[in-house]
């Protein structure tokens, strides 16, 4: 088998990177969705916060998982003094 088939197989397997939606709108009258693609700059900075919440996961003495459902419902608990 030369390389181009082997690329071509690999191009067949491999499966395509997901699109980053930054907003979705439904409208209820034609039953439609409409999204709206994040730009470079909103993915990047997604990709910063991600780092910064992981790092203060790393950070954290303590972190209690709540029941919410809601994204990021869950707190970072700090051990230390807060100065006044």
């Known amino acids: 088998m030369g390389n181009e088939e082997k690329n071509r197989e ?7 990177q997901p699109l980053k939606v930054s907003k979705a709108i439904f409208d209820e009258a034609t039953g439609t969705v409409t999204l ?5 700059e909103e993915i990047a900075e997604d990709e910063r916060i991600k780092k910064e919440r992981e790092e ?22 700090k051990k230390g003094v807060i100065p006044f």
């Open 56 to 77: 203060g996961i790393r950070k954290a003495y303590c972190v209690l998982m709540t029941g919410e459902t809601v994204k990021y419902g869950n707190i970072i608990l």
């Open 10 to 16: 690999k191009d067949a397997t491999e499966s395509p």
């Open 36 to 40: 709206t693609l994040a730009t470079d």
